[in-house]
């Protein structure tokens, strides 16, 4: 982006972890095995204080500063990433915690737009192929500026054009403009006046112009707009006299907008999708969005976005919500549930939520997918979440959460994927895995589970990935081989276990990587 600074905003705010590390030099990381190395992360992150705001952020870094930067990086590139941030802060005399995740963030966004310049020229030369290709087929594409994200290697985005019928029966053209070759559903309408407006305040809140975006005539039409999707009132069932074109889909991800976020979105009542991910968006989000009735698709990841999530939610057409990778405080928003209970996706993975996990998750009886990962979540898991029975995906490593893991998660027998890691839960893994019909990934290392290797986990037969590395299982390694038969890869470092290495490991047909250390 033209005039990209070189440094991080000092404005922004990443892991908020009060004065602890004031001192970094009197932090004791030293790390020997897996065990203490256990104990270390534990101690470190249940010495928190509590969440506090300091914007005393540093944005210049010395040669020998990002020297140490890479080399911490490298050293500690299996660490969880709260973790390694601690480590690389204790060799840094002058630089925090958040110091040193803000410059990881923006280092990888430096090296996301390197990526994009060595692309540059595979990129000219595809546009110029689209570019003659459609003057010499399209006789109104006088004027023909096809953007570069329509003709990279990895877009394999079927044309709208292409599509009969996807979203309007209106007649629809096909425009070259600064947007590519795509459906303009409501082109030849007026626009919703409302709409137009929203957009145009939308616009004003960002630092800079959104390629393809033109508000200079007052008679623009914004379905013509990159990212914007328009169908008529009269196939929304909207009792419009002058069948006007409504927004319903505002999809403007990875395009280095920085800014805040409007409250004029909550005029787009008829929006369905709003994906506004991996840009540089800060700020809370307002509270309006919360309420919009059409909304389906709400993907606002990859972001500096703080703040808390309001008390009131009520979105009843909901199925996505992707908030991932922010700053976002406060406790998880189970208010979501009430009227949502279509939601099948809800992500909030690494950001700065808190608290115990409270009651009301079950009311989200469509949940296929919840990602809570890397926040600061602690207590128990609620019983209703066992009452989610299409889950599929169940992500809470990386938190505080504590407790026996309940043998209700049996229930859940549509699970694949099940990522307990680094927490502080205890006791017995309960004997529950025959309940699985399709697990196949599951991870419950850097616990302080007990006791013996479930037998229902030791004969699984659709198990690929199984780690309980750095906890207190003990007995002898048990695993059914012939029953085991999609196992891949095997981590059982760093518990009490004793015994020889089971011989029967050599005969799992699938198994390639494995650790033993114990």
């Known amino acids: 982006m033209a005039g990209e600074s070189n440094y991080p905003p000092s404005s922004s705010i990443l892991i908020p972890m009060g004065n602890y590390y004031t001192n970094p030099a009197a932090l004791n990381l030293s790390v020997n095995d897996g065990a203490s190395q256990n104990n270390s992360s534990s101690l470190l992150l249940d010495s928190v204080p509590g969440l506090k705001h300091d914007t005393g952020l540093a944005v210049e870094w010395s040669v020998e500063e990002q020297y140490k930067l890479e080399e911490g990086l490298a050293k500690y590139a299996n660490e969880p990433n709260i973790i390694r941030y601690i480590k690389i802060a204790a060799l840094l005399h002058d630089k925090t915690v958040r110091d ?31 570019e003659s290709f459609l003057k010499n087929n399209m006789s109104s594409a006088s004027s023909v500026n096809v953007p570069a994200y329509l003709l990279t290697a990895n877009h394999h985005e079927e044309s709208d054009c292409m599509r009969s019928g996807a979203y309007d029966v209106w007649p629809v053209k096909c425009d070259a403009t600064e947007a590519g070759t795509r459906m303009l559903i409501g082109s030849e309408l007026d626009m919703q006046p409302n709409d137009l407006n929203s957009l145009r305040t939308f616009l004003e809140h960002l630092e800079s112009g959104i390629q ?28 419009d006299l002058n069948n006007s074109a409504r927004v319903v889909k505002l999809e403007l991800g990875r395009r280095r907008n920085v800014g805040n976020l409007s409250d004029s979105l909550r005029n787009l009542d008829q929006l ?24 389906e698709i709400l993907d606002l990841s990859n972001n500096d976005i703080s703040g808390l999530f309001p008390s009131s939610i009520n979105l009843p057409s909901i199925r996505v919500v992707n908030i991932s990778e922010n700053l976002i405080m406060g406790s998880l928003p189970v208010g979501i549930c009430v009227n949502s209970t279509n939601i099948s996706v809800m992500n909030m993975k690494a950001n700065l939520l808190s608290g115990i996990l409270p009651y009301g998750l079950e009311n989200c009886s469509s949940l296929e997918d919840l990602s809570l990962a890397t926040n600061f979540l602690n207590g128990s898991l609620p019983e209703d979440l066992f009452r989610l029975s299409n889950l599929t995906n169940l992500a809470f490593q990386e938190n505080q959460l504590s407790g026996q893991l309940s043998g209700l998660i049996g229930n859940l027998s549509n699970l694949v994927h099940v990522d307990l890691s680094i927490n502080h839960f205890s006791g017995n893994i309960p004997d529950v895995f025959h309940s699985f019909v399709q697990l196949r990934y599951f991870s419950a290392q850097s616990n302080s589970f007990s006791g013996r290797i479930p037998t229902s986990l030791a004969n699984s037969p659709t198990i690929a990935s199984l780690s309980l590395r750095n906890n207190s299982l003990g007995g002898i390694i048990d695993l059914n081989c012939s029953a085991m038969v999609n ?19 050599a005969t799992c047909p699938r198994l390639r990587d494995f650790g033993f250390f114990f």
């Open 212 to 239: 393809g975006w033109s508000t200079n005539s007052s008679s623009v039409n914004c379905c013509n707009w990159a990212g914007i999707t328009c169908n008529s009132s009269s196939s929304l069932g909207l009792n």
């Open 272 to 295: 369905i999708t709003l994906n506004l991910s991996q840009n540089s968006l800060r700020g809370s989000v307002p509270h309006s969005l919360f309420h919009l009735p059409n909304l």
């Open 487 to 505: 196992l891949v890869s095997l981590n059982l470092a760093t518990n009490l276990f004793h015994g020889n290495i089971p011989e029967n490991l």
């Open 100 to 130: 040193v995740a803000l410059r990881c963030r923006w280092m990888t966004r430096k090296r996301r737009k390197q990526d994009d310049q060595i692309l540059g020229k595979k990129v000219k030369d595809r546009k110029d192929k689209m």
